[in-house]
T-cell receptor, first 115, second 115 residues
Framework: AQSVTQLGSHVSVSEGALVLLRCNYS??????LFWYVQYPNQGLQLLLK??????LVKGINGFEAEFKKSETSFHLTKPSAHMSDAAEYFC?????????????FGKGTHLIIQP | DAGVTQSPTHLIKTRGQQVTLRCSPK?????VSWYQQALGQGPQFIFQ???????QRGNFPDRFSGHQFPNYSSELNVNALLLGDSALYLC??????????????FGPGTRLLVL
């Protein structure tokens, strides 16, 4: 069975500062990894995904994530935070590629942007 | 291109009642997955439907059942509602095969409150 751990239920950064949201996974097979964002009272929007191609993945809104097999990590970063980035972020894993498999989500990290 | 749609947006029920939630997948998608997101938690996979059959199921009791129609839309039914069933219910659609099969697209959710 696979699992996801997101370190830090809340992360606070200043506007313009680096954003780093941590995600570690557990999987018995090479995983598919995802980051989703959820704004208040809305569904989930896909930020980016890792599907065993390039280990550095670029997503929407300036976010990127790096797959590190040796560390079983898939941390999400953004060089310069914007007020509009304030939201809940979820890391997720699947084994067979999501479309044919349910996603396993972490508990989420609430990103707070200080002006 | 219409995204995933869900109805109703909000619902209030009392314990012991039954509820039906509805989902229309993104255009061209034929696989529908349902998730339960309790307050402050990440989404949890309930089940997935493909070709009108339940293909995969998470750790949810039989009170949770579903259906998929020939037009790929889907329903989630919950019987004998408990207070703990209060949550945001998310529907996601995807392609089971092909280069983008790993990506699940989420709807805005139905917020269920059980009193």
């Amino acid at each position: 069975a696979q699992s996801v751990t997101q370190l830090g239920s809340h992360v606070s950064v200043s506007e313009g500062a680096l954003v780093l949201l941590r995600c570690n996974y557990s999987s018995s097979v090479p995983p598919y990894l995802f980051w989703y964002v959820q704004y208040p009272n809305q569904g989930l929007q896909l930020l980016l995904k890792y599907t065993s191609a390039a280990t550095l993945v670029k997503g929407i809104n300036g976010f990127e994530a790096e797959f590190k097999k040796s560390e079983t990590s898939f941390h999400l970063t953004k060089p310069s935070a914007h007020m509009s980035d304030a939201a809940e972020y979820f890391c997720a894993v699947s084994l067979s590629g999501g479309g044919a498999d349910g996603l396993t989500f972490g508990k989420g990290t609430h990103l707070i942007i200080q002006p | 291109d219409a995204g995933v749609t869900q109805s109703p947006t909000h619902l209030i029920k009392t314990r012991g009642q039954q509820v039906t939630l509805r989902c229309s997948p993104k255009s061209g998608h034929d696989t529908v997955s349902w998730y339960q997101q309790a307050l402050g938690q990440g989404p949890q996979f309930i089940f997935q439907y493909y070709e009108e059959e339940e293909r995969q199921r998470g750790n949810f009791p039989d009170r949770f059942s579903g259906h998929q129609f020939p037009n790929y839309s889907s329903e989630l039914n919950v019987n004998a509602l408990l207070l703990g069933d209060s949550a945001l219910y998310l529907c996601a659609s995807s392609l089971p095969w092909g280069s983008q099969r790993e990506t699940q697209y989420f709807g805005p959710g139905t917020r269920l409150l059980v009193l």
